[in-house]
């Protein structure tokens, strides 16, 4: 019996076929907002999280306080640039008055930040038991001159701890030409490889640093670190972690910036201490728990610590950013899914108003059926299936619309747009949801107009002209 | 085959009402053609509608062989017109999405029967009315006098006690007309049981009984008796 309504219906979607798509197209449209939206804020948060995986969530970091937005700046334009705003990395931009303005500026903040005490690692080791290793991580601003080009860039000064023990947080490191510091005693760097490249420096050439010359030892593999920093910075999360103004949002800023490797000189810490012991940086310090230790009881005894130190730092462990960035995602999320609910809902309305004029237009229609012998409860289902196969073909194209939309955003816009290295998801819940969600959308739209059906008199209904 | 005892239908349009029927008696025998005729707003349609369980009437008592038509609930009177009845409209009422085949199985799809056997029947139907090569076509492809034979062959379909016919020739031309009634008749010869609404006298006196209406009453009946004798 339902199948043969539900061959009914469909007679009755083809014979109003113009009127039905347009219906249909109201539903897809929605449909696939929603489903672009939230696989493509799915693929971020994944992304953002994985990067935390990758670094280990039994990492806490000390970050001296006042950092946020510098970190954030350090890590964002001014270390991918050199340039004022933005923008692409071009040699022609490093040294232009503009950019020279901007890391002037960053650079006096910096000032107020490192005048504050450092963290002692070795006493903090000793005061914290439960930590098994801490390694310090410098950036500071400085002066960069490749074989043409000269300009601020982000200086990185790791210390041979800290690459022991936490080279993930700098993409593991990984060198893709040359080899790692080995001499901390000399002059060696290893560049980042969108640096080198927009330096014109390769493995052996030379390059000043703030007026001392240093030989290139290495170059970083790419990090793909560019692309989940800007989808940090870019549309979706544009200005996210500046919104935080805690401890943890100061965190994230400077492991944000920190992460991106490719646009970084680096210098062996030992050295940087030797050559700028008063230099401008600001000194992120990384240490790992001990297995099975409370994180929390941890990061209280390293607050005692950095009290009996006189030290100035804020300890956040990276479960806390991790749960911060993604609690401001799931939000932004959230929000932008609504929206395009109210899309779908629109939809919903134009079935329910389609559907209202279909049973006004089909009154003889459904007096014939009547007079043959169709009863109330096989109207209803008549018309319940009648809307309800337009909002599952709407929420279906939808679907597929929705899916190649966020390929087509992450894949061809997504580099432009700064939102790139990460791939839309697409969980079974969600296909199925939007699809069942479009189907009962259908429905329930149709539902009063289906119900006027059902109740009409057949008398009534065959006189009408 | 049906009893009307004392039926009384009244319509109401806001605070107006409008009596269709007051108070008709009439028994309708089966195997033959019954013919209803009258004025316009006689109350022949509304006389039609209620033996076809279209609708109740206000007062008074309905029978089909027997059975008090005006106690059955909703359900039970769309299920009555479904193995009962067979209706046939003036202007066909045919669905215009369905070809004339599936218009024709329609209902039995909706009793239930699957769709080959339904279509089976469909084709068995339109062969009696001999429109079994125009089948596949859709209603706006066919000419009145084809609609209204794939409209009998849909109201045949389901092999009803009765066949309710509410003005059959009433939008067609005379010879489109006759071809109509002469179906029409050929059932009646086979047995059929026929109800036919008519402004048109022929066929009124060719009817085996003849109901005439005025302002809702019976004002002459005859053959009734004749046909039960027979």
């Keep these: 019996m339902s199948r043969n309504l539900l061959r009914l219906a469909l007679s009755n979607l083809r014979s109003r076929r113009t009127r039905s798509w347009l219906t249909i197209l109201g539903v897809l449209i929605g449909v696939a907002a929603v489903t672009a939206l939230i696989s493509i804020g799915t693929g971020i948060q994944r992304a953002v999280l994985s990067q935390f995986e990758d670094i280990g969530y039994d990492i806490i970091l000390i970050v001296p306080e006042g950092t946020g937005a510098a970190a954030g700046r350090l890590g964002g334009r001014l270390g991918q640039s050199g340039q004022t705003d933005g923008g692409s990395f071009s040699p022609e931009g490093i040294g232009q008055p503009g950019g020279t303005a901007a890391a002037e500026q960053l650079r006096d903040r910096l000032a107020a930040i490192s005048s504050r005490a450092a963290v002692d690692v070795g006493v903090l080791l000793d005061d914290v038991p439960t930590l098994t290793e801490a390694g310090a991580l410098g950036t500071q601003v400085a002066s960069v001159r490749g074989a043409s080009v000269t300009g601020y860039l982000r200086v990185t000064t790791p210390t041979q701890q800290f690459l022991d023990g936490f080279s993930s947080v700098l993409n593991g490191f990984a060198i893709a030409y040359g080899r790692s510091f080995i001499d901390l005693e000399s002059n060696e760097a290893v560049l980042g490889s969108r640096a080198a490249e927009r330096l014109g420096a390769s493995v052996g050439s030379s390059i000043d640093v703030s007026g001392e010359a240093f030989e290139v030892v290495g170059i970083l593999e790419s990090s793909g670190a560019n692309a989940a920093r800007d989808a940090d910075e870019g549309p979706s999360g544009q200005g996210l972690t500046r919104e935080i103004s805690s401890s943890g949002g100061m965190a994230t800023a400077a492991f944000r910036g920190l992460s991106n490797t490719d646009d970084a000189v680096f210098v062996a810490g030992e050295r940087a201490e030797t050559l700028w012991p008063s230099a401008q940086s600001i000194d992120v310090t990384f240490a790992r728990v001990e297995s099975g230790v409370s994180v929390s009881e941890t990061l209280d005894s390293i607050r005692v610590s950095l009290a009996t130190q006189g030290a100035s730092g804020n300890p956040v462990s990276i479960q806390q950013v991790a749960d911060q960035i993604q609690g401001t995602l799931g939000m932004v999320e959230s929000v932008l899914a609504s929206i395009a609910a109210v899309a779908l809902l629109v939809g919903g309305v134009g079935l329910m108003n389609t559907m209202y004029t279909a049973v006004l237009e089909r009154r003889r229609e459904i007096g014939t059926l009547k007079s043959i012998g169709a009863t109330d409860g096989q109207v209803l289902v008549l018309f319940l299936i009648d809307s309800g196969l337009m909002g599952f073909i709407g929420g279906a194209i939808g679907l597929a619309i929705g899916a190649a939309l966020s390929m087509l955003a992450t894949r061809v816009l997504g580099p432009a747009l700064g939102v790139a290295g990460f791939s839309p998801v697409f969980e079974v819940g969600l296909v199925a949801a939007v699809l069942g969600f479009s189907l009962v959308l259908g429905a329930l739209s149709g539902s009063l107009p289906a119900l006027r059906a059902a109740r009409m008199n057949p008398v009534e209904a065959l006189a009408e002209e | ?230």
């Design chain 2, 1 to 230: 085959m049906f009893e009307l005892r004392d039926v009384h239908k009244i319509y109401r349009m806001g605070e107006v009402e409008v009596h269709a029927l007051r108070g008709v008696d009439l028994e309708i025998a089966g195997d033959g053609m019954t013919a209803v005729s009258g004025q316009s707003g006689s109350g022949k349609s509304t006389l039609l509608h209620l033996i076809g369980c279209l609708d109740k009437p206000t007062a008074g008592e309905i029978r089909f062989e027997g059975e008090r038509l005006s106690a059955l609930s909703s359900r039970e009177r769309a299920l009555f017109r479904s193995s009962k009845i067979g209706f046939v409209f003036q202007k066909f009422n045919l669905i215009p999405g369905l070809t004339a085949e599936a218009n024709v199985a329609l209902p039995l799809l909706l009793r239930g029967v699957t769709p080959r056997v339904a279509n089976e029947q469909a084709q068995t139907a339109l062969a009696i009315v001999s429109l079994e090569e125009r089948s596949d076509h859709r209603p706006a492809k066919l000419s009145g006098g084809e609609q209204q034979r794939v409209a009998i062959a849909r109201a045949l379909v389901g092999a009803p006690a009765a066949l309710l016919a509410d003005e059959p020739t009433g939008n067609l031309d005379t010879q489109t007309g006759r071809q109509i009634m002469g179906i029409l008749c050929s059932l009646v010869e086979d047995g059929k049981t026929v109800v036919v609404v008519t402004h048109d006298i022929g066929i009124a006196d060719s009817a085996d009984q003849r109901v005439i209406l005025r302002d809702g009453r019976i004002v002459e009946e005859t053959g009734c008796v004749e046909r039960s004798e027979r």
